[in-house]
């Protein structure tokens, strides 16, 4: 990583004082053994269960931070933010709490869930305005509102008020421990949070490394690491909502480049089989920027043996009805999900046949498209089959030619493809 100092570096006695501020709304949230990540890496896995927060997420602490440094003349006029979701619920708490007008910009693809949770937590207070697909679209219209109305605009990562109130859980980690950390992992989205980390650790543990992670559809903050300039990517897969962002903070790369010791990506697959085990086998709920960190480990599993290893759980507002997107993206990277057009000849007994010859013993059929529209010998279907192992995809595929069934594989042509998944 590039070692050059940056202009604004969080100090840790700001830190420490964004502490003492935030504790009036802010939990000190528990760090937790977990048994079961612990065995599969033969290490010492250790969870920031940020996502017991009162909002779910850590982005209270830096919100309200903020928020809590303006003059009782910006907080007359009110406050603006941008959010695909956290840092929303956490200044919609934080306009609550002090009793000031807050709007809310989130983009239009935001959960419902995390939409409710904010009208909730904000009450009277808040009005929710929702703007473009991106959270870049939602904060261009968040700032220009700040400009026209005079309001403050609370930034939820690229504010040295913001990164002070999120390291304040780097505060927490080292009075949590009773031994060396030697790894941090951290989700990336804009890069509030690991730049507060960067700040807290090399003051209270200068050895402990700190890993940043993304989402692989949305390397925002590793591509501009690799570019040594702040760089703005224009597509970006969505899913991981509250990790997604186009550009990362100016202060936040800056801060990022020199001080976190690897930034990583992770599949987006790879993170939903991660949300799916930590519900089924932890009974731990997170949204996919919270399940980051763990899906990380993967990565770095001959690095952390024998190892201290934090992995901090950004937050748990995850939507149920994403459920079936969730499973479906951890199937297709597990290979036990695959479309096909399946040319079925016009004679009876055709659908008989292929689920009775072609389909192996444990293939399941999970997706059936077709429609007869002319008088041709053989008719398409979009068909979407569930194996049990990977192992079983070639020989399906064979008997599929075998009795000519076979019209395409789809899972490999990506313009297709996105009208499925």
């Known amino acids: 990583m590039n070692t050059e100092v940056t202009t604004y570096f969080p100090q840790l006695e700001d ?60 907080l007359a006029k009110g406050v603006v933010c941008a959010s695909a979701g956290n840092h929303a619920q956490g200044v919609a708490f934080a306009c609550h709490h002090l009793g000031i007008q807050g709007t809310i910009y989130m983009p239009s ?15 009277k207070h808040v009005r929710i305005v929702l703007e473009g697909d991106t959270f870049d679209d939602a904060s261009r219209a968040a700032k220009e509102a700040c400009v026209t109305e005079g309001k403050t605009f609370v930034h939820p990562f690229d504010d040295p008020k913001t990164i002070e109130g999120q390291g304040t859980i780097g505060l927490e980690i080292f009075k949590q421990v009773d031994h060396p950390i030697d790894y941090i992992f951290v989700a990336v989205g804009g890069g509030g949070l690991a730049s507060g980390l960067c700040g807290a650790m090399k003051a209270l543990s200068p050895k402990t490394k700190i890993i940043g992670v ?28 509250g ?15 020199s001080y976190l010791s690897d930034m990583i990506t992770v599949p987006e697959g790879l993170v939903c089989q991660t949300i799916l085990d930590l519900y089924n086998r932890d009974a731990i709920v997170v949204e996919p920027a919270g399940a980051l960190t763990l899906a990380a480990l993967e990565s770095y599993k001959d690095k952390i043996a024998d190892k ?35 040319r079925f000849p016009q004679r009876a007994g055709a659908l008989k046949q292929f689920v009775g010859e072609v389909l192996g013993p444990n293939d399941d059929i999970t997706h059936f498209e077709y429609s007869k529209k002319s008088s041709r010998e053989n008719a398409p279907a979009v068909v979407g089959i ?32 996105q009208f499925l998944v």
């Open 308 to 342: 201290n290893v934090v992995c901090i759980i950004g937050g748990s507002n995850n939507d149920i009805t994403r459920t079936a997107e969730i499973k479906e993206r951890a199937l297709l990277y597990a290979d036990l999900k695959h479309y096909f057009i399946v």
């Open 243 to 257: 990790a997604a962002v186009q550009k990362v903070g100016d202060i936040n790369f800056e801060i990022c480049k």
């Open 109 to 123: 693809v935001t959960p419902k869930q995390k939409i409710e949770q904010t009208e909730m937590f904000g009450g």
């Open 386 to 417: 569930e194996l049990k192992d990977k192992k079983d995809l070639n020989p399906l595929i064979t008997r599929m030619k075998k009795f000519n069934f076979f019209g395409d594989y789809l899972n490999d042509k990506p313009d297709l493809f």
């Open 214 to 241: 993304e989402p692989e559809g949305a390397p925002s903050m590793l591509t501009s690491i690799q570019q040594n300039k702040n760089t703005e990517i224009f597509n970006i897969d969505k899913f991981i909502d």
């Open 15 to 74: 830190i420490q004082k964004a502490s003492s501020i935030i504790k009036e709304v802010s939990m000190v949230t528990p760090l937790m053994n977990s048994i079961r990540y612990s065995r599969k890496y033969d290490t010492n896995i250790l969870l920031k269960r940020e996502d017991l927060q009162r909002v779910r997420s850590y982005k209270i602490r830096g919100a309200f931070n903020k928020i809590s440094s303006l003059t009782k003349a910006q």
